[in-house]
């Protein structure tokens, strides 16, 4: 019997909690969306001066669909949640850069091959 209500609370809080989480997920990456876009409006790369705006982050994004596809190809059998390496790509010289979401700030990062 106790295991009973026990299955059912878990359930109950399960039931509860779900539609709290997902919300806080989504405005969660969007918070760090909205940072990266701020932090990169106001940066100019380190490597050439060029500023880094955002069609540096539309050429990251567009770089990592690339490269998710390429692994799609290679091994479409294969199911891997991917980690965007970088946030932002400079257009003029090819710098990669990643937020640190503790200094909240983007950092240069080695070049992805
Ligand atoms: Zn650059």
């Excluded at 709290?20 to 990456?29: C, H, S």
Aim: hydrophobic letters at 40%; proline letters at 5%; one cysteine or more.
């Amino acid at each position: 019997m106790q295991k009973l209500i026990t299955s059912s609370l878990i359930a109950l809080l399960t039931l509860f909690i779900t539609p709290v989480l997902i919300p806080i997920r989504f405005i969660a990456k969007r918070i760090k969306r909205s940072r990266v876009y701020r932090e990169v409006s106001h940066r100019d790369c380190s490597e050439c001066g060029n500023h880094l705006g955002a069609d540096s982050l539309a050429r990251a994004s567009q770089q990592f669909k690339t490269m998710v596809q390429d692994f799609k190809n290679k091994y479409p059998s294969m199911r891997i949640n991917f980690g965007r390496p970088f946030a932002a790509i400079c257009t003029h010289c090819d710098c990669h850069y990643d937020y640190d979401p503790v200094e909240k700030v983007i950092v240069p990062t080695a070049t992805v091959a």
